[in-house]
């Protein structure tokens, strides 16, 4: 595989259910990210690692959490969603900070 | 406040054609700017980019160019072709983590 890849890549869940999405990334690169895109918006960041520390927290709600437990996998875990929430999530890496950012295919959310 | 805007939600142009995309931003910080591409159920694609030390930059049937002083970058498609059908974002770095993003033009290329 290469590039970023993401799963699942279709999610429907209800509030209060518990999931996972999941993000490798295959270029070696030491940042990533997740982003949210919801109808109408603009990307809006979440959360950036780098080298597994977590470098920025938007002030997402803490019904997200996430893990990074090396440089190249990264997990959001969703728990007791909201309807608004739904959205596709995208994960992104990077070299370092201030480069290119490279982006996977996206989780679309549905939560019920 | 939104500081990278794209005030063209859509754009038809026809094969062949020129496609020209704007992109407006607010942040005399930013010194680093992309173009990324969307097809529907997918990520989006790094296209092209430019550092502020630039005001053009050329790939291809790409080119991006950059006027500081009126804080605007576009993006030309020559010729455009049905394929780069998909949604454009614009987005800006002004050095950190975060990249800022537009809402994204629309682009129809017919045939």
């Known amino acids: 595989e290469t590039g970023v890849t993401q799963t699942p890549r279709h999610l429907v869940m209800g509030m209060t259910n518990k999931k996972s999405l999941k993000c490798e990334q295959h270029?070696?690169?030491?940042?990533m990210y997740w982003y949210k895109q919801s109808a109408k918006k603009p990307l809006e960041l979440m959360f950036v690692?780098?080298?597994?520390?977590?470098?920025e927290n938007n002030s997402v709600p803490s019904r997200f959490s996430p893990e990074c437990p090396n440089s190249s996998h990264l997990f959001l875990h969703l728990h007791t969603l909201q309807p608004e929430d739904s959205a596709l999530y995208l994960c992104?890496?990077?070299?370092?900070?201030?480069?290119?950012?490279?982006f996977g295919p996206g989780t679309r959310l549905l939560v019920l | 406040d939104q500081q990278v805007k794209q005030n063209s939600p859509s754009l038809s142009v026809q094969e062949g054609r020129i496609s020209i995309l704007n992109c407006d931003y607010t942040?005399?910080?930013?010194?680093?700017f992309l173009w990324y591409k969307k097809y529907p159920a997918e990520g989006p694609t790094f296209l092209i980019s430019?550092?502020?030390?630039?005001d053009k930059n050329e790939d291809g049937r790409f080119t991006v160019f950059l006027n500081k002083s009126a804080k605007h970058l576009s993006l030309h498609i020559v010729p455009s072709q049905p394929g780069d059908s998909a949604v454009y974002f614009c987005?800006?770095?002004?050095?950190?983590?975060?990249?800022?993003f537009g809402k994204g033009t629309s682009l129809l290329v017919t045939p």
């Open positions: 270029l070696g690169h030491n940042a």
């Open positions: 992104a890496s990077s070299q370092g900070s201030g480069e290119t950012q490279y």
């Open positions: 987005a800006a770095s002004a050095g950190g983590y975060a990249l800022n």
């Open positions: 942040n005399s910080m930013f010194d680093y």
């Open positions: 430019i550092s502020s030390i630039k």
């Open positions: 690692y780098n080298f597994k520390e977590q470098t």
